[in-house]
């Protein structure tokens, strides 16, 4: 699949079924991460590969929704602070590489059948109790990933114009 064909296929999954994932295609995720530009190429992220049998109760701890954990898997996403790059100005770009591997967790998906869903509106507390998380992740975002039982919705986006300036 072409990569703006699966940019365009790609929407938020609010509805799993539990048919198995595949590990090639789970594999195939994995390594799409692992591919994802960071700055100074310093790799300072963690993926986080969640089983959801038989811990969903525990897991919407975490994000309280259902569907988060009809997925076979949850992916989540995290930034080593002490090891990732800052700016000069101080500005600290680990959550910037986290999320840029997670948009490749998430293309990724996309082009081989599988559904996600971005989650940042995550209890944190929760996030670090139920996972385990010591104080050198932080935890940025989460996606189910499984087989899709809903179908995409109409989207709207604005225009270019409104988007881009030219400089």
Known sequence: MEVLEAIKQRYSVRG???????ENKLQYILEAAQLA???VNL????????????RQEELK????????VE???IIGVCALPEKSWVRRDGR?????DAAIVMDHI??????VGLGSCWVAAFKADAAKEV???????ELIALTPIGYANTEAPERKRKPLEELVLYK
């Open 16 to 22: 799993y079924k539990s048919d198995p994932v595949e």
């Open 131 to 137: 996972l385990e998380l010591d104080d050198t992740m």
């Open 71 to 73: 997925a076979p898997y």
């Open 92 to 96: 600290y770009y680990g959550d910037v």
């Open 43 to 54: 790799q300072a992220f963690r993926i986080l590969v969640i089983p959801t049998e038989g």
């Open 37 to 39: 530009p960071t700055c």
């Open 106 to 111: 998430i293309l990724a998906a996309t082009s």
């Open 61 to 68: 701890r975490i994000y309280n929704r259902d569907w988060f």
